[in-house]
């Protein structure tokens, strides 16, 4: 996913039901770099833990809303 062009959408998010979701929709950890689909289809978390996603629970987690970012995959 490093090829890949992403722009951002929000680096402000101060509560999970504030961030988008969708296919084009990505999250980003700045603690481990990690850049996860919002919309997995198994359980999914960063290298570090600050992001998880529990797909089971509908429910995203964030430890540090300071290293969370929203981004969105930019068409070659």
Known sequence: MKDQKFKIISDKIKDTSEA?????????CTICGDIIPSVPNDNLGCQCGNIFIDVDYVRLAI???????VI?????
């Open 20 to 28: 988008m979701k969708g296919k084009d929709i990505y999250y980003k």
């Open 63 to 69: 430890d540090d809303y300071r290293h969370f970012l």
């Open 72 to 76: 969105k995959k930019m068409k070659n």
